[in-house]
């Protein structure tokens, strides 16, 4: 996948189709993909940092998760 927004290339976020209108986003299955099920690398990333360093320590990691699931389709 391609973040536009810094010309980076991932490919460890899971692809997933726009949203059908609704505010539900599809998954590559065809299933409604859920967003504590999303991007779960980022998402383990960002768990981890703020049990250890705190959630002031840690907003780089919380921005990387809530823009890969933006990407996704999710309106955070």
């Known amino acids: 996948m391609v973040d536009t927004m810094a010309n980076t290339t991932t490919s460890s976020t899971p692809a997933a189709a726009p949203s059908t209108g609704s505010n539900v986003v599809i998954g590559k299955d065809g299933k409604p993909l859920k967003p504590c099920c999303a991007c779960p690398e980022t998402k383990k990333a960002r768990d981890q940092c703020v049990f250890n360093l705190g ?3 840690c907003l780089d ?4 998760h ?3 699931l933006r ?3 999710f309106k955070i």
Do not use: R, S
């Open 61 to 64: 990691m919380i921005k990387a």
């Open 55 to 57: 959630e002031e320590n």
């Open 66 to 68: 809530q823009q890969c």
């Open 71 to 73: 990407d996704l389709g």
